[in-house]
């Protein structure tokens, strides 16, 4: 079979009988072969035809292993490509994240116009970039108080009103409007009505401060008998109306709004 190859594949073929010899000899007990040696096996290989029948010191599914992962590395390397160097300077990117860490609740918005006032022009999306970067793997901010939290540190400065409806002797609707005090359950107004309304509710607020005595706070419901008349008498008073559903003051409710400070 030698007598019919050619002669440049005979050279090679005793190139790469030679490379193993080289291994071989070098280590008298188990061949050790360095990264090097696999590559020049793997190369004068594919110029061999039969290379199979010429390799001796290792199985030929090693020496496909070792081509694949050459291959494997190859295209790695390839596809990361040349990394991009910033646009922007790194006391710049330094600036975003201190920002974003510091700040919990600003968005890319509000950090463009902090750093526009320090004549520094950043596009929207790079600063979402580098904010993600620095809050990740931050404990997650609580952006507001629970109910319980809220009514247990104002209990003092908080009233409620509600209505609660309920029949004459003759089975006609009656509503009884209450103003408690939320720390001590102390009744601060009640009055009757048959036709409640805007105009009427907001009338009890403004007996219930006529001296002056208005809570921080006024808690009430949706209902639709709370309308722009009430919240006027409520801010006339000196009083922040919080609007919010009976579930709130469940356990585990609902948060307060941003509103109520």
Request: net charge positive; aromatic share 10%; hydrophobic share 40%.
């Amino acid at each position: 079979m030698d007598l019919v190859k050619s002669k440049p594949e005979l050279i090679v073929e005793n190139a790469f009988s030679r490379q193993q010899l080289i291994v071989v000899t070098r280590y008298a007990k188990q061949p050790k072969l360095t990264p090097q040696d696999r590559g020049l096996l793997v190369l004068l290989a594919s110029r061999v035809q039969g290379w199979k029948n010429a390799l001796l010191i290792v199985k030929p599914d090693t020496l496909l292993k070792w081509h694949r992962q050459g291959f494997k590395l190859y295209w790695r390397q390839k596809s990361q490509g040349t990394p991009r160097r910033p646009q922007i300077s790194e006391e710049t990117i330094a600036l975003i994240k201190e920002m974003a860490v510091e700040n919990r609740l600003w968005g890319a918005p509000r950090i463009r116009d902090e750093l526009h006032k320090l004549v520094i022009r950043v596009s929207k999306r790079t600063i979402q970039r580098y904010t993600r970067q620095a809050r990740r793997g931050l404990p997650p901010q609580q952006k507001s108080q629970t109910w319980t939290t809220f009514l247990a540190n104002h209990a003092s400065e908080i009233w409620a009103c509600d209505f609660v409806q309920t029949y004459d002797l003759f089975f006609r609707a009656i509503f009884l409007f209450f103003i408690i005090e939320h720390g001590s359950r102390r009744v601060v107004h009640v009055s009757v009505t048959r036709s409640p309304s805007d105009a009427w509710a907001a009338q009890q607020i403004r007996e219930a401060t006529s001296f002056g005595d208005g809570p921080r706070f006024l808690v009430c419901d949706n209902d639709g008998k709370y309308g722009a008349l009430f919240d006027h008498a409520v801010t006339g008073a000196g009083s922040t109306l919080i609007h919010t559903p009976p579930s709130a003051f469940l356990p585990h409710g609902n948060r307060i709004s941003k509103s109520s400070g």
